[in-house]
């Protein structure tokens, strides 16, 4: 007899093994998936973080470039200038000029120009363009130098400083007779231009695909009959939401470049996104109009309200968080849209932004950061960042909002 | 039995006499596709009078109060067919959004807008244009007043409608619907999703509003038809059975199902 209990009161074991087995892989799946997740943040942020500053962020791409160019031929003074130049300073006594090996905004290796004595002879030098020396040379990079040397085999020698590095560059100056030309630079790298790029594309978009989405959704969940045309209508919305984004780009390309500037315009880029994200936001305002009480709608109705004033005073201020969401969903697709961008918007990363004129976007940026000989992981994850910012800058309003709008219909 | 019946006869002949009817419905068919749902229902709805629809589930009584305010037009494939006067003018040939100014709507879940007390009221006239500001005011409060909501809210017009209780809610409905001045209000199954103390609210109410407006009820609930009713309609599987002041429905019901139905020997 006790034995015989014993067995009743545990399941067979078969199906013990199953349910482990069973939940177990849920559970083993679900952390996979929450791994994979984790660890795209921590590579993104290990990779990018080192790029992120301030200069980066408000920075132009475009550098502002000197080039310098000696008034008369001074030949260099031996050792006339004194300079306690720091550990990773190269201190050239013959011009007065210390270097420094740097990097810029991307994070790629430059020599930059730490130190300029006041009596230093390229105080001399006359601008290009100005005609006027320039003053501002302390933090420059250094771009090119053309350098002539009569001690050896009288031989102009052209030093790029992003090939070697600020030892090598102090040394060619040291041995130099005459500098004939010195390129430096300012700034540059920086993704400003992209940012303003991308959130013009938010404003735009947003502006063309929420009056028709939410129009559409309107017409489909409250104004449509349930005949076998609505229901054709939708499949092709749940059909939109499929087709891969490049195949956008090329008729977005084909058709609004055309109607628009005819070359590659922020608007033509918007007004694409628009067409790929009408089906997300029909799709949500529509299950959010649906998720409101039926009897709202009627006993608007039983007053005497129109159809168009039961949606427009009832349903649609009832619909607005879901309308939110999907907004932000839209926001989301634009800010990490590339592929539909590259036809419509251009790959050109531009500084001075305007609409009617092509600009690439964070994400266009990216891809144009890695497209190119030297992939730059460390800018792109710092671009990546940003983005990821952006979003869950976004995410954080949208659902303050949310909470509030709840907060003052739900009277709690 | 013969000379009793004949009292009642007589006696609805001075009813006729008596009261003004305001809806007049003659041989209404209602098709749900090819459902019939109400066969042949011949009424009439007398003015500041009750008139309590009475009947088991699916019997077509929620249905035949909403063909007096034309909301079966809102479902798809529904015909109704004969004839619904409304003050002698027949409803289909009216505006549904003018009928419906007419004829008010409570129904059975507390569903007030998620808005200010004061805008749930305001709502239905200022769908009809009026933003009188003092007019409006007058209006809410009038309303209230009547709905005997008044005291309980006045100091919280702007609150949200749904901070409310149930009964309240309820209340506030009725209130909304006041305040379109309508002259006859339909309440289906007002109280069936309120506790005892708000629906005898809820009564007194409806015996308060009769003075001013004709109301039509539908209850599960006999003994609130027999509380607040004037005249009773029963109705059994999309047919009107009998239809009678309540008093003599209950005391004396003409046909065999009535009295089945009434003292719960229905099969």
Redesign the interface.
């Known amino acids: 007899m006790k034995r015989n209990s014993d067995q009743e009161n545990k399941l067979p074991l078969k199906r013990r093994i199953k349910d482990i087995l069973a939940s177990g892989s849920t559970y083993l799946f679900s952390s996979f998936s929450i791994i994979a997740l984790v660890a795209l943040i921590i590579f993104i942020f290990s990779q990018g973080w080192s790029t992120l500053s301030s200069e980066f962020i408000t920075g132009n791409y475009n550098s502002n470039s000197i080039n310098l160019v000696t008034s008369n031929e001074i030949a260099p003074t031996e050792n006339t200038f004194e300079y306690k130049p720091a550990e990773d300073e190269y201190f050239s006594a013959n011009w007065g000029l210390a270097f420094m090996n740097s990097t810029d905004n991307e994070g790629l290796k430059t020599t930059i120009i730490s130190y300029v004595d006041n009596n230093a002879n390229i105080n001399n030098w006359v601008d290009a363009t100005t005609g006027k020396p320039n003053t501002l040379i302390k933090g420059c990079t250094i771009t090119s130098v053309i350098l002539w040397t009569t001690s050896e085999a009288s031989t102009a020698s052209v030093i790029v400083p992003t090939m070697s590095d600020a030892k090598s560059v102090c040394s060619a100056f040291e041995k130099c007779s005459y500098v004939l030309n010195i390129n430096l630079a300012t700034g540059g790298q920086g993704i400003r231009g992209s940012l303003i790029t991308t959130l013009y594309m938010i404003l735009i978009t947003m502006a063309v695909a929420l009056p028709l989405g939410i129009g559409g959704a309107i017409y489909l969940g409250i104004y449509a009959k349930n005949n076998k045309i609505t229901k054709i209508l939708r499949t092709l919305i749940d059909m939109i939401t499929g087709i891969p984004s490049i195949i956008f780009g090329l008729v977005g390309g084909l058709i609004f470049l055309p109607l628009t500037s005819g070359s590659t315009s922020i608007i033509a880029g918007s007004l694409t996104m628009a067409c790929m994200i009408l089906p997300i936001i029909i799709k949500s305002t529509e299950e959010s109009l649906k998720t409101i009480p039926h009897g709202m709608a009627l006993s608007s109705l039983a007053l005497g309200a129109s159809q168009t004033q039961t949606t427009f005073r009832v349903l649609l201020p009832n619909a607005l968080p879901g309308i939110l969401t999907s907004a932000l969903l839209g926001i989301g697709r634009v800010i990490g849209e590339s592929a539909a961008l590259i036809y419509t918007a251009g790959t050109a990363i531009m500084d001075y932004i305007v609409p009617t004129q092509g600009s690439a976007s964070l994400a266009v940026h990216i891809w144009y950061l890695m497209s190119g000989e030297h992939q730059n992981f460390a800018a792109s994850c710092g671009v990546a960042i940003i983005i990821l910012a952006i979003i869950l800058a976004l995410s954080i309003l949208i659902k303050i909002i949310s909470y509030r709008i709840n907060k003052t219909q739900k009277g709690k | 039995m013969e000379i009793n019946d004949n009292i009642i006869l007589e006696e609805e002949k001075n009813i006729e006499a008596e009261k003004s009817s305001i809806f007049e419905v003659r041989d209404v068919n209602l098709f749900y596709g090819k459902k019939q749902a109400l066969k042949n229902i011949s009424l009439n709805i007398y003015k500041n009078q009750v008139t309590a629809l009475i009947g088991p589930s699916g019997c077509g009584k929620s249905t035949f109060l909403r063909c007096l ?1 034309r ?1 079966n037009d ?1 479902i ?1 494939d529904c015909k109704v067919t004969g004839s619904i006067k409304l003050d002698g003018q027949e409803i289909s040939q009216t505006n549904t ?2 009928l ?2 007419k004829v ?2 409570v ?1 059975q ?1 507390p ?1 007030p ?3 200010s007390i004061y805008d749930n009221i305001c ?2 006239p200022r ?2 244009g009026l933003h009188d500001k003092a007019m409006l005011n007058g209006l809410v409060e009038k309303s209230l007043k009547e709905a005997a909501l008044w005291d309980e809210v006045k100091d919280r017009l702007k ?5 409310l209780s149930g009964g309240q809610q309820q209340r506030l ?1 009725i209130a ?2 006041l305040a ?1 001045r309508p002259d006859v209000i339909l309440m289906d199954e007002p109280t069936s999703a309120l506790d005892p103390i708000a629906t005898s609210k809820i009564e007194e109410l409806i015996e308060q509003l009769k003075k001013n407006y004709t109301i039509v009820i539908v209850t599960h609930n006999m003994q609130q038809a027999t509380r607040v009713s004037d005249f009773t309609a029963f109705f059994m599987l999309g047919e009107m059975v009998e239809f009678n002041s309540t008093e003599h429905f209950f005391s004396h019901p003409k046909e065999q199902k009535s009295n089945d139905y009434i003292t719960g020997r229905f099969s």
Request: proline fraction near 3%; charge should be positive; include cysteine.
């Open positions: 305010n909301m809102l798809d959004i003018l419906r100014t008010g709507m129904f879940q569903n807008f998620p808005m709502y239905g769908c009809q609150t949200n409608g749904l901070a409905c909304r619907c379109m």
